[in-house]
Structures are given as structure tokens and as C-alpha cells.
């Protein structure tokens, strides 16, 4: 199933850019899986995460987005074989990110803004998480979306919280 997650990624976008109003998007797809808007500021990288589907950078503004994606069936076997200790549902899926941002999160941990939504017609729960980070504050703005056979995991962050603002 084809996702769409521009409105997503506007709103993503707008709590962490400072001169979002200004700034031009790009379309970009991954595999027939989702695409999604971009600002064309934002380089595509490979160096983030090794198991993102698709990530984009500025490193003069320090501004990062990651996509991650994973089947449902896989979730639900972790669950099944007591590898998480949660549900097989969204808000499990929820719960096991906010524990391991916890878990790499050295102090002043915080979860807030958290809202339930629907975003393309599915179902989605959509937070921020801030605290400090290999000795730097961190700003995450973060989503989960479910769709019929899998989770995405949406994030953009910055280590400059004095300039995310926060909604």
C-alpha cells in the first residue's frame, strides 16, 4: 500500500524550522511504499541510521529527518517471543520507542505534546521527546503511523532546543 505523508511531515517541519513558511518541498518515494515532502534544504544521506528507509540532513542548521518502516508480522513476533514486554498495537509500538529513547537518553528526559490522530486516514500517534543526548540537548519531534501492514516511524530532530519550537 502506497502511503502519502505530506501533511505529516508539514507539521514535523514546521515545529522544528525556523523559516519553514519560506522554505520549498520535494516529493521523494521510497520503493512504492510512502512518499513524502521534503525541504529541498535537506540532503539525502545514508550515515544516521543503517536501517532507515530514507534520511535527510542539514548540518549547518542541524535539522535531521528519518523514516523507519517495519512489518507489522515482525513487530508482532517480538511481541509474541517476550523480546518488548507491550501490546501488538500502536500504543505498544509507541511504548517501545519512548523506552529506548529513555533507555539512550542520559538525563531530563521528557515525553509531551502527545496526540492521537489520524493522518491519512491511519491511525497515528504524534509526541516530542527532548533530553540530553552523548552530552548535547536533543529536540525530537516524532511519529508513529500504522498502516494495514506496517509501522513507520517518522522523526526530525535538532541539538539546538533553544530554536525548536514547540506546539
Known sequence: MKKIIYLLFLVLLSSCNENSKNEKYEKKSVENKFSLLIPES????????SIASIQ???TNQDFYIMVLDESKDTFTKAV???IYNTTTDLDGYYKVIVNHFKEITSKD?????IQK??????????????G????????????????????????????????????
Open 109 to 113: 528526559f521528557k515525553v509531551y505534546n
Open 42 to 49: 535537506l540532503g539525502l544521506t545514508n550515515k544516521l541510521n
Open 56 to 58: 535527510f540532513e542539514n
Open 80 to 82: 509474541n517471543n517476550k
Open 132 to 167: 540530553i543526548n552523548d552530552g548535547y540537548p536533543a529536540f525530537y519531534r516524532y511519529a508513529v503511523i500504522e498502516s494495514n501492514k506496517r509501522y513507520y516511524q517518522i522523526m526530525s530532530w535538532t541539538n539546538n532546543i533553544a530554536r525548536a519550537e514547540i506546539y
Open 117 to 130: 490522530k489520524k493522518i491519512n486516514h491511519s491511525n497515528a500517534i504524534v509526541f516530542s521527546m527532548s
